[in-house]
């Protein structure tokens, strides 16, 4: 009996220290996935939110003086240009009026919304007030002239403020040079230049890049 008694309570022992091992390591394994997941928790919180991202505006990326002109809301503003193709963008716009009729006259609006990629200079109303209003109706009413000066402010390509630096082709099938930086930029196919007002504006196909003059081929 003795013997029988002993052989059990060694059996139970052995059974309790291997539960108890068994138990430890489960608490171990336990631990480190719990680690491990505060761990990658901890990561995680440094990724920006939906909600941070959505806050972004289209107007951050822009520069110039001049986009202070730009509505804040609506379609005409940053944020709303960004939803429509260049010229539908560009019929939005306070300060791009005259050009809106010039594209219109030139039948290039679909042309202009239908491309997969343009950076645009787009002159404001007051530059082209600055031509006196005989030869703006005279070059207005001549497709063939108004299309080729049009053209003329148009790179088939999408182009940001450190790539457009450069000599670039237009449409027109001639050349701008671009010289500066957001702190300053000026475009040119002459000795004057136009000022660039307000860049890098993003619409749904192109770059828009706000200038103070007409640029003529």
Request: proline share 5%.
């Amino acid at each position: 009996m003795k013997n029988t008694t002993f052989k059990r309570t060694g059996a139970l022992a052995a059974t309790a220290l291997t539960l108890s091992l068994g138990l430890a390591a489960c608490g171990d394994d336990a631990d480190e996935t719990s680690t491990a997941s505060e761990d990658t928790s901890s990561e995680t919180t440094d990724e920006p939110t939906e909600e941070e991202t959505a806050e972004a505006s289209a107007g951050d990326q822009t520069f110039g003086d001049a986009c202070s002109a730009v509505p804040q809301d609506g379609a005409g503003s940053f944020d709303g240009m960004v939803q429509d193709p260049v010229a539908t963008a560009a019929s939005n716009n306070p300060l791009l009026g005259t050009l809106v009729t010039a594209v219109g006259e030139a039948d290039l609006v679909d042309t202009l919304n239908g491309a997969e990629a343009l950076t645009v200079f787009a002159p404001t109303d007051d530059a082209f007030t600055a031509i006196p209003e005989k030869d703006l109706n005279a070059v207005l009413a001549d497709k063939e002239t108004l299309t080729a000066i049009l053209t003329h402010h148009v790179i088939g390509e999408q182009l940001d403020p450190e790539a457009v630096v450069g000599e670039q082709d237009t449409l027109n099938g001639d050349t701008l040079t671009i010289e500066g930086d957001t702190d300053g930029m000026t475009v040119q196919n002459g000795d004057t230049p136009a000022n660039v007002l307000c860049g890098n504006i993003p619409t749904a196909n192109a770059t828009v890049y706000v200038v103070d003059a007409v640029l003529m081929p």
